[in-house]
């Protein structure tokens, strides 16, 4: 087992992310180490997005990964097998989750989980990678500025026993991250593809200020989304470039 061969926890932190940079750099922590908390402080999510979660309640989790075979331009595949290993645990307990791109993981219209992966490249190789991991397990009220969130104990009524729950996912990652590493890059897409939150269906998005309706038809090689508007015409998004509306 690769991911979560060793496993760090602290009480409270300000960002396991942070935490997680902190102990590479120093040499206390390497590829395959977790790091996880009970809570964070300023806990962050993409684009300097917050991440918030009540004390004792969820999964906080940061992995450390050194991915040096995997080519700087083919780093979304990371995104992929994370969101598809997250994806993985979900299912254990319910039905069918989804990946609204890049990788929030959905179940229905909900957001159950979120990821902040962060790559450091040096001299054209990607040196190491830091996957945040964010999961709702037993929060049952959330703070009204977080949109649309949902939890496992929400969605079943049920109590998780966390320990169990930090097992499993573990577990799931290390699979999907094997998978990466066996050179199967194509499966990942593909059922990537296949979890993708609204694909080939018809809706409401905005642009530059732009309302427009159009379908998702998949990522680029390099994790663009790309969509189709009603025209026919195809365009391609880096995150923050779209908004999702209904």
């Known amino acids: 087992m690769t ?3 060793n496993l760090i926890y602290f009480k409270e932190l300000t960002s396991t992310n942070s935490q997680a940079s902190r102990l590479l750099k120093e040499g206390l922590a390497a590829h395959g180490y977790v790091i996880y908390a009970d ?3 300023s806990g962050r999510g993409r684009a300097g997005n917050k991440w918030e979660s009540e004390r004792g309640k969820n999964l906080l989790i940061s992995i450390i ?4 075979s995997i080519l ?3 780093q979304f595949y990371i995104s992929m ?3 598809l290993g997250i994806c993985d645990f979900i299912d254990y307990h319910l039905s069918e989750s989804k990946i609204k791109w890049p990788n929030d993981i959905y179940v229905n219209d909900d957001k159950i989980a979120g990821i902040l992966i962060e790559n450091s490249i040096l001299g054209g190789i990607l040196e190491s990678t830091i996957a945040g991991i964010g999961i709702n397990i037993n929060q049952i009220k959330f703070p ?4 649309n969130p949902v939890s496992l ?3 079943t009524g049920r109590e998780y026993d966390r320990k169990v729950c930090l097992k499993e996912i573990l577990g799931c990652l290390d699979g999907r ?3 990466l590493m066996s050179g199967k890059p194509e499966q990942l897409k593909n059922e990537y593809l296949s979890r993708l939150y609204r694909l080939n269906e018809w809706h409401l998005y905005r642009s530059e200020g732009k309302l427009f309706r159009g379908m998702i038809k998949g990522i680029t090689t390099c994790g663009r989304l790309r969509i189709i508007e009603e025209n026919g015409a195809g365009m391609e998004f880096d995150f923050k470039e779209v908004e999702y509306i209904r």
């Open 177 to 179: 991250y094997e998978l």
């Open 3 to 5: 991911i979560g061969s």
């Open 153 to 155: 104990s929400t969605l």
């Open 39 to 41: 809570y964070q402080t």
């Open 65 to 68: 990964l050194n991915p040096k």
């Open 72 to 74: 700087p331009e083919d």
């Open 81 to 83: 097998a994370i969101s």
């Open 144 to 147: 009204l500025s977080v949109p």
